[in-house]
């Protein structure tokens, strides 16, 4: 019976303070990061900025994460994902997942140790973020290319760049929707709100593809669920994220709940992310296993030539 590859799969995810007191250092990461803050002389004036807004936003935003529990349910609930993940490649593979967050713990460089200290025969990298945006995977890869020294005979990374419209990751969101307007009297009359992170307007003009997948994923579950309702794409955060988050667990479930409820609303329902659900975990593992089939059919090309 031949062995099993040993395959290694690294999930990034932006990261989020794992206590009140990680506020403040959490947001510090986060603006001072050139991908999300960037103008002329921004390498001379990032680090005390970024000191700056953290100071003064510090104190809102440690009060928005104590009425979700007091942190951010991300690398929980990431790890859960890595987990399954894992279970579902254990068929073909001996996997092992790694979690590596941008702006708080386990950081990128904690993720790119663990990777180096391990013999691999594959190496997948996956951001999870299924649209791609220079501030998102373009950062999380960059990050990554800064801190990993691979070892001498290491395997070459292969990586997923996105993937906003894969027919499974359409079906998981479409069966969160399914499930969300069962508790509707009236399914067919309720207004789906589809709710994406904003970018800055000068990242979109750079090039940034990341508008155009994000309709282009909300046509895919559109068309995965068939339903009939009327329906608007707005930016605020969810549908860019394949986990609960502060932007969902407090300013939508429980800012905009109110507000809608002020405005005369009479059913809101917020939509469960993804998270690990079957058909995520199988888009995830349908990811991986293309990215190491196509790193074997261009080996053989390579051969052949």
Same mark, same amino acid.
């Given at each position: 019976?031949?062995?099993?590859?040993?395959?290694?799969?690294? +999930?990034?995810? +932006?990261?989020? !303070?794992?206590?009140?007191?990680?506020?403040?250092?959490?947001?510090?990461?986060?603006?001072?990061?050139? *991908?999300?803050?960037?103008?002329?002389?921004?390498?001379?004036?990032?680090?005390?900025?970024?000191?700056?807004?953290?100071?003064?936003?510090?104190?809102?935003?440690?009060?928005?994460?104590?009425? @979700?529990?007091?942190?951010?349910?991300?690398?929980? %609930?990431?790890?859960?994902?890595?987990?399954?993940?894992?279970?579902? +490649?254990?068929?073909?593979?001996?996997?092992?997942?790694?979690?590596?967050?941008?702006?708080?713990?386990?950081?990128?460089?904690?993720?790119?140790?663990?990777?180096?200290?391990?013999?691999?025969?594959? +190496?997948? %990298?996956?951001?999870?973020? !299924?649209?791609?945006?220079?501030?998102?995977?373009?950062?999380? #890869?960059?990050?990554?290319?800064?801190?990993?020294?691979?070892?001498?005979?290491?395997?070459?990374?292969?990586?997923?760049?996105?993937?906003?419209?894969?027919?499974?990751?359409?079906?998981?969101?479409?069966?969160? @929707?399914?499930?969300?307007?069962?508790?509707?009297?009236?399914?067919?009359?309720?207004?789906?709100?589809?709710?994406?992170?904003? #970018?800055?307007?000068?990242?979109?003009?750079?090039? *940034?593809?990341?508008?155009?997948?994000?309709?282009?994923?909300?046509?895919?579950?559109?068309?995965?669920?068939?339903?009939?309702?009327?329906?608007?794409?707005?930016?605020?955060?969810?549908?860019?994220?394949?986990?609960?988050?502060?932007?969902?667990?407090?300013? @939508?479930?429980?800012?905009?709940?109110?507000?809608?409820?002020?405005?005369?609303?009479?059913?809101?329902?917020?939509?469960?992310?993804?998270?690990?659900?079957?058909?995520?975990?199988?888009?995830?593992?349908? #990811?991986?296993?293309?990215?190491?089939?196509?790193?074997?059919?261009?080996?053989k090309h390579s051969a052949a030539l």
């Open positions: 019976m031949t062995n099993k590859k040993k395959l290694g799969v690294v +999930l990034f995810q +932006l990261g989020g !303070p794992d206590s009140p007191a990680a506020v403040e250092p959490f947001l510090y990461n986060l603006f001072c990061d050139p *991908d999300i803050i960037n103008f002329f002389g921004a390498w001379f004036a990032r680090r005390p900025l970024a000191r700056y807004i953290a100071r003064r936003r510090a104190g809102v935003v440690r009060e928005h994460y104590e009425a @979700i529990g007091g942190q951010s349910p991300i690398r929980l %609930l990431t790890e859960r994902q890595a987990m399954k993940l894992a279970a579902a +490649l254990a068929p073909e593979f001996d996997a092992q997942c790694f979690v590596a967050m941008r702006y708080w713990r386990p950081l990128t460089q904690e993720a790119a140790a663990a990777v180096r200290d391990t013999q691999f025969d594959e +190496l997948v %990298l996956l951001p999870m973020y !299924p649209q791609y945006s220079f501030a998102t995977t373009g950062s999380s #890869l960059k990050e990554w290319n800064r801190l990993y020294r691979p070892r001498q005979g290491a395997p070459q990374a292969r990586i997923v760049q996105n993937f906003h419209t894969h027919p499974l990751y359409a079906a998981a969101i479409a069966e969160r @929707i399914s499930t969300s307007l069962r508790h509707f009297d009236r399914p067919e009359e309720a207004h789906l709100l589809f709710s994406a992170h904003g #970018l800055p307007l000068s990242l979109i003009e750079a090039g *940034d593809p990341y508008q155009k997948q994000i309709e282009e994923t909300v046509q895919a579950v559109m068309a995965c669920g068939k339903w009939p309702n009327r329906y608007t794409l707005c930016y605020q955060s969810p549908i860019s994220f394949v986990t609960e988050h502060i932007e969902t667990l407090h300013e @939508i479930n429980i800012e905009a709940r109110a507000e809608a409820l002020k405005l005369g609303i009479a059913k809101f329902e917020m939509m469960p992310a993804v998270g690990d659900s079957p058909q995520f975990v199988a888009a995830l593992a349908d #990811l991986v296993r293309s990215a190491v089939l196509c790193d074997e059919k261009n080996a």
